[in-house]
């Protein structure tokens, strides 16, 4: 490895700002908002070096305030979609060739320009366009994308150093890590902004051209993060976001010959169809384009006799309904002791009681809304169901409102059945069910932690029993890709714990490490020979003894 060449400044995590009351950040956060608020805005699609609008425009609206406009966006159709896919195929060229610390250079200060520059502008994108309040969105907004950013160009660095040893006399063997031939589409979801913009500029970061299609609730903000990468000096095409319909975007993208890979955060059933798809369409491609998703996750916590009662209480209410449950990560499930239930049914619904729930703009707000009309309606039905079913019953919470924004108040199940629908189904807001079991059946819980769920994505043990701690994580090593000990399920940091599940949440391909970006390459080897042989005969071949 040549040292000095690959030499990248060291990464270290994102500060996380407090936004306290008197801060500096707490103020300047308040007037983003309001500057966002006091206007709106025409959100543009950009393809190549244009910035693409059309007729029909579609209103962005604050989840929790849903009758104030923000602006409009320009809804795309399939002739869009070829064009991104045009514009990044004459990117392609150049941008691969830009050599990979040039290309670095690039998210280097597009990270800078995040932690300073356009922190609270993008940070107040993502509390009113994605209702996050001001610590959830500084985790993610802020913290993370630069985290995101900045360690991405050491794996980086470290991807392009790994070569073969030298010590083969008379030849120099050397690894050539490729960009994929093609163009990479990135399909993102609304409830993080940072990954919204890792999944394109990971792939791009490695020499890829890139069609980026985001959740039509997260643009708002991702029409400031592709600023970011403009000014940031990100050559035109090399990301090109569009706003198309799924079927439009998927009937362009995966019958194209130089569709080369994909990268996703959703739902099981969609990634699952997009496999399908291609599998169907596979004998169209140039080559075995690479498939990488995080997907679904019903994720636990499950507590031992032995646990610390505030620890569980804490980590069960943050990992449940911080950011109204909307995370991947978020805790839906608990299984609890019958000697801790009483006493931490108590401590929960104190500290329920407690929380403030109303807009971002209000600091004061623990709760804010869940991010469309479509979820508050599924998550209510359950709630509904689970209030009239003889196998559950709701203990804590169960009240909704969407008259003026999409409200539904933190709500805990108790479920009588291990494997009522709420126990095993992805819902996507805040609600935890909790099962309470015999303390004496610690063995035969841990085998209904692991087979209740499709998901394998995040769960936690709460425990002061070593033995039942390492029981725990051996019995339960596949049904958590990320596996918490006394603490939360959420909260995964980059460079600390690279994140991602198996079974029906995804291929694991942990975003925020190595393993990630190495999906973004083709490797050649190259063997050079100085002194070729130069007659086909071997020495075993004489016949002199």
Same mark, same amino acid.
């Given at each position: 490895?040549?040292?000095?060449?690959?030499?990248?400044?060291?990464?270290?995590?994102?500060?996380?700002?407090?936004?306290?009351?008197?801060?500096?950040?707490?103020?300047?956060?308040?007037?983003?908002?309001?500057?966002?608020?006091?206007?709106?805005?025409?959100?543009?699609?950009?393809?190549?070096?244009?910035?693409?609008?059309?007729?029909?425009?579609?209103?962005?609206?604050?989840?929790?305030?849903?009758?104030?406009?923000?602006?409009?966006?320009?809804?795309?159709?399939?002739?869009?979609?070829?064009?991104?896919?045009?514009?990044?195929?004459?990117?392609?060229?150049?941008?691969?060739?830009?050599?990979?610390?040039?290309?670095?250079?690039?998210?280097?200060?597009?990270?800078?320009?995040?932690?300073?520059?356009?922190?609270?502008?993008?940070?107040?994108?993502?509390?009113?366009?994605?209702?996050?309040?001001?610590?959830?969105?500084?985790?993610?907004?802020?913290?993370?994308?630069?985290?995101?950013?900045?360690?991405?160009?050491?794996?980086?660095?470290?991807?392009?150093?790994?070569?073969?040893?030298?010590?083969?006399?008379?030849?120099?063997?050397?690894?050539?890590?490729?960009?994929?031939?093609?163009?990479?589409?990135?399909?993102?979801?609304?409830?993080?902004?940072?990954?919204?913009?890792?999944?394109?500029?990971?792939?791009?970061?490695?020499?890829?051209?890139?069609?980026?299609?985001?959740?039509?609730?997260?643009?708002?903000?991702?029409?400031?993060?592709?600023?970011?990468?403009?000014?940031?000096?990100?050559?035109?095409?090399?990301?090109?976001?569009?706003?198309?319909?799924?079927?439009?975007?998927?009937?362009?993208?995966?019958?194209?010959?130089?569709?080369?890979?994909?990268?996703?955060?959703?739902?099981?059933?969609?990634?699952?169809?997009?496999?399908?798809?291609?599998?169907?369409?596979?004998?169209?491609?140039?080559?075995?384009?690479?498939?990488?998703?995080?997907?679904?996750?019903?994720?636990?916590?499950?507590?031992?006799?032995?646990?610390?009662?505030?620890?569980?209480?804490?980590?069960?209410?943050?990992?449940?309904?911080?950011?109204?449950?909307?995370?991947?990560?978020?805790?839906?499930?608990?299984?609890?002791?019958?000697?801790?239930?009483?006493?931490?049914?108590?401590?929960?619904?104190?500290?329920?009681?407690?929380?403030?729930?109303?807009?971002?703009?209000?600091?004061?707000?623990?709760?804010?809304?869940?991010?469309?009309?479509?979820?508050?309606?599924?998550?209510?039905?359950?709630?509904?169901?689970?209030?009239?079913?003889?196998?559950?019953?709701?203990?804590?919470?169960?009240?909704?409102?969407?008259?003026?924004?999409?409200? $539904?108040?933190? =709500?805990?199940?108790?479920?009588?059945?291990?494997? !009522?629908?709420?126990? *095993? +189904? #992805?819902?996507?807001?805040?609600?935890?069910?909790?099962?309470?079991?015999?303390?004496?059946?610690?063995?035969?819980?841990?085998?209904?932690?692991?087979?209740?769920?499709?998901?394998?994505?995040?769960?936690?043990?709460?425990?002061?029993?070593?033995?039942?701690?390492?029981?725990?994580?051996?019995?339960?090593?596949?049904?958590?890709?990320?596996?918490?000990?006394?603490?939360?399920?959420?909260?995964?940091?980059?460079?600390?714990?690279?994140?991602?599940?198996?079974?029906?949440?995804?291929?694991?391909?942990?975003?925020?490490?190595?393993?990630?970006?190495?999906?973004?390459?083709?490797?050649?080897? $190259?063997?050079? =020979?100085?002194?070729?042989?130069?007659?086909?005969? !071997?020495?075993?071949? *004489? +016949? #002199?003894?």
């Amino acid at each position: 490895m040549l040292k000095g060449f690959f030499n990248v400044p060291a990464p270290a995590n994102e500060p996380v700002y407090s936004y306290a009351p008197g801060t500096t950040e707490r103020a300047l956060l308040r007037a983003a908002i309001e500057e966002a608020r006091s206007r709106k805005i025409d959100v543009p699609m950009y393809i190549g070096g244009e910035e693409v609008h059309t007729a029909k425009k579609v209103k962005l609206t604050p989840p929790h305030d849903h009758t104030h406009v923000l602006g409009y966006y320009s809804q795309g159709v399939k002739s869009h979609v070829k064009q991104a896919i045009q514009a990044a195929l004459s990117a392609k060229e150049d941008w691969e060739n830009l050599p990979w610390e040039q290309r670095a250079a690039i998210f280097l200060k597009a990270a800078e320009l995040i932690s300073g520059k356009y922190r609270y502008k993008l940070n107040a994108a993502t509390m009113l366009g994605q209702s996050k309040n001001a610590f959830q969105a500084e985790i993610d907004s802020a913290c993370e994308i630069v985290d995101f950013l900045r360690f991405n160009v050491k794996y980086m660095a470290e991807i392009y150093g790994q070569q073969p040893p030298a010590n083969s006399k008379g030849v120099w063997n050397r690894v050539e890590q490729r960009p994929l031939e093609g163009f990479v589409f990135a399909l993102t979801p609304f409830n993080f902004t940072a990954i919204a913009g890792n999944l394109p500029t990971s792939v791009a970061m490695m020499g890829n051209v890139v069609v980026w299609k985001p959740s039509n609730t997260q643009i708002y903000s991702a029409n400031v993060l592709m600023q970011v990468f403009r000014e940031a000096g990100l050559p035109d095409g090399v990301i090109n976001l569009v706003y198309v319909s799924g079927p439009d975007a998927g009937e362009v993208i995966f019958k194209h010959p130089d569709f080369a890979g994909i990268h996703f955060t959703g739902s099981t059933g969609v990634f699952q169809d997009i496999w399908k798809t291609i599998g169907q369409n596979i004998h169209l491609y140039k080559s075995y384009p690479r498939i990488v998703g995080e997907t679904g996750g019903k994720d636990f916590i499950l507590a031992h006799a032995s646990a610390d009662l505030d620890v569980l209480s804490t980590a069960l209410v943050r990992g449940a309904f911080e950011y109204q449950g909307q995370k991947c990560s978020a805790a839906s499930r608990a299984y609890i002791p019958k000697s801790l239930w009483k006493d931490l049914k108590k401590m929960m619904e104190k500290d329920i009681k407690s929380f403030k729930i109303g807009g971002t703009e209000d600091f004061g707000n623990f709760i804010n809304a869940v991010i469309d009309e479509k979820s508050f309606d599924k998550i209510s039905k359950y709630i509904d169901r689970a209030k009239k079913s003889k196998d559950a019953e709701v203990v804590i919470g169960g009240e909704y409102d969407k008259s003026e924004g999409y409200f $539904i108040h933190p =709500t805990v199940i108790l479920a009588k059945k291990p494997d !009522y629908e709420t126990m *095993s +189904e #992805e819902l996507f807001g805040p609600v935890l069910t909790v099962y309470v079991y015999d303390d004496k059946k610690w063995a035969e819980t841990l085998k209904l932690v692991d087979g209740t769920s499709i998901y394998a994505l995040t769960g936690a043990v709460i425990a002061q029993d070593r033995y039942a701690i390492q029981e725990a994580t051996h019995v339960l090593r596949n049904a958590a890709g990320n596996f918490y000990i006394n603490d939360k399920c959420t909260g995964a940091v980059v460079g600390q714990q690279p994140f991602g599940g198996a079974r029906g949440s995804g291929t694991n391909d942990k975003a925020g490490s190595m393993i990630n970006l190495l999906r973004w390459v083709s490797p050649r080897t $190259i063997k050079e =020979t100085f002194n070729p042989d130069t007659d086909y005969r !071997y020495p075993f071949l *004489s +016949e #002199e003894e």
